[in-house]
């Protein structure tokens, strides 16, 4: 019996809940074969060949995928495409820190916890001091990295897929990587993070540590931050197998997969790998892969504004800005799992306005430009519903701010005046959920409803539309305090 593997790439296979149909096939792989591990097949102990690294991942946490200039996906945005196609996920595997040591190993290395800092592909920005930490010992600390040393293996979106970059800053990058030979039973995680263009040399610290890789960067806004690593292996094993679904829905077929694989096996096996406790070659070559549970580090917030009286359909949106923390640090990989994870600079002081941006498709690229003002949305057939069922005006794109329990809007209007002259001016208003402190969570996405009734009077109310059910929040300006027209 054959088993015919489409896979040579590492790659990463998502679901096409949110983002559409996937291809089956994968993209730039090249057809090998193994019979190992299959039914009825008892040379597990001598493969004859390497065994290619694929990485997936969970994408039911993804609410969006973006770029800089490229905007939130969002599941009828016929821009998707463009979008995924500049998303740059970076990926690293080291050896896993809670069962990858063993005592009193032959190989010593083996006795003690992985160095971050090895390193097995990486020849650029390697720091001088650590040139000798190139992971020549058959993957003890360093699995999987890339070119780059501080930035580990860049890969990109296709299809419903990641897999490595064959292009990247104008080289051609190495697109094959695989388990080690040697050390078939030490398990490895499998980090990912994506920073958008957050670039090297605008802005970006980066710490690696023997225990953990670090970014220190500022957030502008426009930018998508998202992290994960993979889950523990008998978490994975010990889900409940999904219910069958459609051909497209890639990550659940994968979970399907998975179970058919693990029943598979026998009972000598699977005390095996529950033994070994991480993902690794022995656990790869029974079809059994590492699932990386992505989370997005940043909260999604929309702008729709409503005309509240006949009078606001002469104002004008001129700029929408939010105040929010805005100096990061991500530890994208660490010895735990459990460090991996964002915090942001939380001090009065560390917070800035960030300013809501268009992203529009330019040259085939989708790109931030800066706000178009726009005239509130009039119509009077409308006077009949409440204000916040009327004819919205949707404002710019997203804005992408830190999780928090209140931020300051700012909002800059233009409205003529009755001498002919324009009347310039501002509101500013504190939008929370509550007044008990509840937050604003990462990973959600939160509409903020305008309601303008002329040059006199702004109010603000939020609401969560698709995550998760929400009563309107309305904040009087009269209580809240405003600024209004000059």
């Not at 020849?123 to 010992?137: E, F, G, H, R, Y």
């Not at 022995?282 to 549970?293: C, G, M, S």
């Not at 580090?297 to 105040?323: C, E, G, I």
């Not at 991500?330 to 009065?348: M, N, Q, W």
Request: charged share 25%; hydrophobic share 35%; aromatic share 10%.
């Amino acid at each position: 019996m054959t088993l015919r593997n489409v896979v040579k790439t590492l790659m990463v296979a998502m679901t096409a809940s949110i983002f559409g149909a996937c291809s089956e096939s994968y993209p730039g792989s090249e057809e090998y074969d193994h019979t190992q591990g299959l039914p009825g097949i008892k040379n597990e102990d001598t493969w004859s060949e390497q065994i290619p690294v694929m990485l997936f991942v969970n994408e039911q946490n993804v609410f969006a995928v973006k770029t800089r200039g490229a905007g939130a996906i969002e599941g009828s945005d016929t821009n998707n495409v463009k979008r995924m196609e500049q998303a740059i996920f970076h990926v690293f595997a080291f050896r896993d820190g809670l069962h990858g040591v063993f005592e009193n190993h032959p190989n010593a290395l083996l006795n003690s916890q992985p160095n971050l800092q090895y390193y097995v592909n990486a020849k650029d920005n390697v720091p001088s001091n650590l040139l000798s930490l190139i992971d020549t010992t058959n993957n003890v600390n360093c699995l999987l990295d890339g070119k780059d040393y501080k930035f580990g293996l860049p890969t990109m979106l296709k299809g419903g897929q990641l897999y490595p970059r064959r292009f990247y800053k104008g080289e051609t990058l190495d697109t094959t990587f695989y388990y080690s030979w040697v050390n078939q039973e030490v398990p490895y995680n499998f980090f990912a993070f994506h920073i958008d263009d957050i670039d090297p040399t605008n802005g970006v610290t980066e710490i690696r540590q023997a225990d953990k890789i670090v970014y220190k960067f500022q957030i502008d806004g426009s930018q998508d931050v998202l992290y994960g690593v993979s889950d523990d292996l008998r978490n994975e094993i010990e889900k409940e197998e999904p219910e069958r679904v459609g051909k497209d829905d890639t990550y659940a077929n994968y979970l399907n997969k998975v179970h058919e694989a693990w029943k598979r096996l026998s009972k000598a096996e699977k005390e095996k790998i529950y033994d070994i406790g991480g993902y690794c070659t022995f656990t790869a070559h029974r079809n059994i892969h590492p699932v990386i549970d992505m989370e997005h580090a940043l909260t999604r917030l929309k702008f729709k504004a409503y005309a509240a009286d006949p009078k606001a359909k002469d104002v004008t949106v001129t700029r929408v800005q939010v105040k929010s923390m805005y100096k990061a640090t991500l530890t994208a990989a660490a010895r735990k799992r459990s460090e991996v994870g964002i915090v942001f600079d939380s001090l009065a002081t560390d917070r800035t306005y960030l300013t809501l941006q268009e992203v529009k498709n330019v040259g085939g690229k989708m790109t931030a430009l800066p706000f178009e003002s726009k005239l509130i949305n009039y119509k009077p057939a409308d006077e009949a519903y409440d204000w916040y069922e009327r004819t919205p005006t949707d404002l710019g794109s997203s804005l992408l701010v830190a999780p928090d329990s209140v931020y300051a809007l700012r909002m800059e209007f233009s409205a003529p005046k009755s001498d002919g002259t324009v009347a310039i001016g501002h509101t500013e208003v504190p939008i929370r959920l509550d007044h008990n402190g509840t937050m604003f969570e990462k990973g959600n996405e939160y509409v903020i409803q305008v309601a303008v009734y002329g040059i006199q009077e702004i109010a603000v109310k939020a609401n969560l539309p698709g995550w998760k059910e929400h009563d309107p929040i309305v904040i009087d300006p009269d209580k809240e305090g405003y600024t209004g027209f000059e």
